[in-house]
Structure formats: C-alpha cells, structure tokens
C-alpha cells in the first residue's frame, strides 16, 4: 500500500504516452478498425488522386478461437499512385497485404483505359 500512489503516477502516465501515440496515427479506441482503414484509404486518395470504387464488408473465418477478417476495397487511379498506397498500406502495418490485383479495363463510353487495383488485407484477432 506505501506505493500506491507512485503506482497510480506511473500508470496515468503511461496512459497519457499511449493516448499521444494512439493520437499521433488518427486512432480512437472508439473508432473501429474498419472505419480507421476506411479513414487513411481516403486520406490517402484524396492526396494521390484515386478513387475507391469499392470498400466491402469483410470476410470473416473463424478456425481455432481465432478470427481471421479480410477486408477487400478497390481502388482506380494512375499505376504510380496505386502502387504508393500498396506501400503505404504496408508501411501502417494494419494487417497483411495477402493480394494485390492490378486490371487494365476499358470504359467503352470514352473509349479509354484505365487501371484498378484490388487489394486484400487480412487482420488476426484472439
């Protein structure tokens, strides 16, 4: 009991540098890990000109007591652009780049190409 208090002191400080870090990334404890992906996706995109044509829910497989959720989004832009956010998806270390599917289509309206990337993240749990 003598060393409650210096106990106290150190674990709200140790709150207070783990609440800066959490603040640092643009992380909320009430923020699910969806929407903070969602989040520096679009951040990311704003910044390089893509555009995310899909975002979907993810899979979720349960094996072992533990969840496995892959979250799948696609993204439309300039092959440089793309591949900055494959690496800034990686540099986060949100979870796994498990794949990642580039595809060259045609808008047959404008008779133009241009160039989608599929990405799938995979995220453990316990």
């Known amino acids: 009991l003598s060393n409650v208090t210096t106990k106290i002191t150190q674990l709200k400080s140790k709150e207070y540098h783990l609440d800066s870090i959490l603040k640092s990334y643009n992380l909320s404890i009430n923020n699910s890990f969806q929407q903070t992906l969602l989040q520096k ?3 990311f995109s704003k910044k390089e000109k893509l555009q995310i044509i899909q975002f979907n829910e993810p899979h979720v497989f349960v094996a ?15 092959f440089i652009s793309l591949l900055k956010m494959v690496n800034y998806l990686g540099n986060l270390q949100l979870g796994e780049l498990i794949s990642i599917n580039f595809v060259k289509r045609k808008n ?18 316990g």
């Open 108 to 125: 047959y309206r404008t008779n133009r190409n241009y160039l989608t990337c599929k990405v799938l993240l995979q995220k453990v749990s």
């Open 64 to 78: 072992n007591d533990t969840n496995t959720l892959t979250y799948s989004f696609e993204l439309k832009g300039n």
């Open 41 to 43: 996706v679009t951040e």
